[in-house]
């Protein structure tokens, strides 16, 4: 915390900083015998009627009153990466977006509005990755006229907590009464490392999603849109670890490779088999055809909530690199359940 020459705590920061990376420290209970402080680092989104709104890494915002801070400062951007595989938010956004296409999309400046008949929130909604080239009250309108034309809710997906994310847009949608309804990170990691976890031994790998691997694939019912949608991607490749008897697979996964970059998602397990190391299995054979592609490099996204998959993840040398969130738009419904 900012400290000056005679060792009293300073504030340096004014509503001039709205948008840069800050550390503030507030008192907890004004007046109270014993002070007692805590600290917020974000975003400071906003300063206004003497309340400053600070977003944090994980999108939660916090509304400190001007009265209670007794020091604060600019602080350097938060790095893209302390070990592992550098990359900017928008970099990882547009990577993440060719690996889960959907069928229709349509561009409004720099944002891309993307549609799949409601199949997931990634592939049905805006992804703003710069200037709409409209002021932002008319972009969100012709968003919700575009969504409302295919009977979708219109969503709004964004980031934050990394180099280049959208704390400001957050705070503009929500002061719009837009709804946040899903946060999960975004994690990367070296692809190496994943490939030297396990043998693969047993994992079937194919180029598209059988019945057998559609059995065990979470999502029940999947329609043609879904996978049409689950097959795109520079070079997509699906693993099976079959199952006992004819019943479905005992694990699978899938991995869009492009560029150096390999993403894996839909790494599941049959209840009965987990704690056996299979999904371990699964994404180091994966690893290896990316590793003999090109890759160097991997992702994955991951809800917080999720703490299995976050224990596994971390163990084989992933991290947080930031949070990304969607947005509803007031008075819209939502069919797309809790995942995203």
């Known amino acids: 915390m900012e400290i000056s020459a005679t060792g009293r705590l300073e504030v340096r920061i004014t509503p001039a900083d709205v948008g840069k990376r800050v550390s503030v420290r507030c008192l907890e209970e004004p007046g109270a015998t014993s002070e007692k402080f805590t600290d917020t680092v974000g975003v400071l989104t906003s300063w206004d009627s003497g309340v400053l709104m600070i977003t944090r890494r994980s999108g939660e915002s916090v509304r400190i009153p001007e009265a209670v801070v007794v020091a604060g400062k600019v602080v350097p951007a938060a790095p893209a990466r302390r070990r592992g595989p550098a ?11 060719r690996g889960w296409q959907p069928l229709e999309s349509e561009r409004l400046g720099e944002w891309e509005l993307r549609a799949a008949s409601g199949f997931t929130r990634r592939a049905n ?13 008319a972009a969100l309108a012709a968003v919700r006229r575009w969504y409302r034309e295919r009977g979708l809710p219109a969503y709004v997906q964004t980031a934050t907590g990394a180099e280049d994310t959208q704390e400001l847009l957050c705070a503009e949608l929500e002061r719009r009464g837009w709804v946040r309804e899903v946060t999960a990170e975004v994690w990367t990691g070296a692809l190496a490392p994943v490939a030297d976890r396990a043998e693969g031994a047993g994992v079937a790998l194919a180029r598209q999603a059988d019945e057998a691997w559609l059995a065990r694939y979470q999502r029940k019912g999947v329609s043609e849109v879904a996978l049409r949608v689950l097959g795109t991607g ?14 479905p697979p005992a694990a699978i996964g899938r991995c869009v490779v492009d560029g150096r970059w390999a993403g894996f998602a839909a790494v599941e397990v049959d209840p009965g088999r987990r704690r056996q190391g299979l999904a371990t299995q699964v994404m180091a054979a ?5 590793l003999d592609e090109g890759a160097s490099a991997a992702w994955l996204q991951v809800e917080t ?13 992933f991290s947080p690199h930031h949070a990304y969130h ?11 359940g809790g995942r995203a």
């Open 286 to 290: 994966l690893a290896r055809r990316a």
């Open 305 to 317: 909530d999720n703490e299995s998959a976050r224990a596994l993840y971390a163990a084989l040398g």
């Open 87 to 97: 990359a900017t938010y928008p970099e990882l956004a547009r990577i993440a977006s």
């Open 125 to 137: 909604c805006v992804l703003p990755l710069g200037d709409p080239g409209l002021p932002l009250d």
């Open 234 to 247: 520079p070079s997509v490749w699906f693993a099976t670890v079959p199952g006992e008897g004819g019943v």
């Open 326 to 336: 969607h947005y509803r738009a007031p008075d819209e419904q939502s069919e797309h």
